[in-house]
């Protein structure tokens, strides 16, 4: 989760401040705006879902560990950790991929 919550506010902090300084400098054609809007937001909003996913997934985690114990040992094991973490990292890039797939 810290992996992903630090792409999110790499990729944020650099398509915000990035935008921010060129409109303060007064630069509105800069030739990084097309690399920008192409392949920096659609990182924000991919590392977006994911970090809402992780939180999710391991709120989820601990509800089914402390309130339902007993089926823990079935819901919480590694391989359906594995299983919805591999998920959860591949269902995001299906809304933001056909943007990439035209460019």
Do not use: E
Not at 9 to 16: A, D, P, R
Not at 35 to 63: C, D, E, G, K
């Amino acid at each position: 989760m810290a992996v992903v919550d630090n792409l999110f506010l790499l990729s944020t902090g650099l398509s915000q401040m990035f935008g921010a300084a060129t409109l303060f400098v007064g630069i509105t054609d800069h030739w990084f705006s097309g690399y920008l809007q192409t392949l920096v937001w659609p990182m924000v909003h991919i590392t977006q879902m994911l970090t809402v996913y992780m939180t999710v997934l391991i709120a989820a985690n601990r509800y089914v560990a402390i309130c339902h114990p007993y089926r823990a040992d079935r819901c919480c094991s590694l391989g359906v950790v594995r299983m919805t973490v591999r998920y959860t990292h591949t269902h995001p890039f299906n809304g933001p991929f056909p943007v990439l797939a035209q460019w």
